[in-house]
């Protein structure tokens, strides 16, 4: 399983973004698609994750109502589309294919990261 992850950029905040994952390779139906992150100096953290058929989805308690993930079957992609951005939402953002949970270990496939830097 391959991961790309791509739209990241620099925006202002309030600014809006939309990251895309496209996935490739032996890809399970059943595999949620999860959003991590990773601020300089600090741990990687969870985002959002999309169960493999698309029925559920788990936010960040602090993105919730601000970020939306969505998977698009037909492309094998999956987006997290970021609304009101705030400068701590700086970080590199990875996409990452595994069982559905809120736990980096989880996850058995990751993509490279893409650059989100808000400017205040």
């Known amino acids: 399983v391959q991961l790309q992850a791509s739209g990241g950029g620099t925006v202002q905040a309030g600014g809006s973004l939309r990251l895309a994952c496209a996935l490739s390779?032996?890809?399970?139906?059943?595999?949620?698609t999860g959003w991590f992150r990773q601020a300089p100096g600090k741990g990687r953290e969870f985002v959002a994750t999309?169960?493999?058929?698309?029925?559920?989805?788990w936010y960040r308690d602090s993105m919730r109502g601000r970020f939306r993930i969505s998977r698009d079957k037909a492309k094998n992609t999956v987006y997290l589309q970021m609304e009101n951005l705030k400068p701590e939402d700086t970080a590199v953002y990875y996409c990452?294919?595994?069982?559905?949970?809120?736990?980096?270990?989880?996850?058995?496939?990751w993509g490279e990261g893409t650059q989100v830097t808000v400017s205040s």
């Open positions: 390779g032996s890809i399970s139906s059943w595999d949620a």
């Open positions: 999309i169960s493999g058929p698309g029925s559920g989805a």
């Open positions: 990452a294919q595994g069982r559905y949970s809120d736990s980096a270990s989880s996850y058995s496939y």
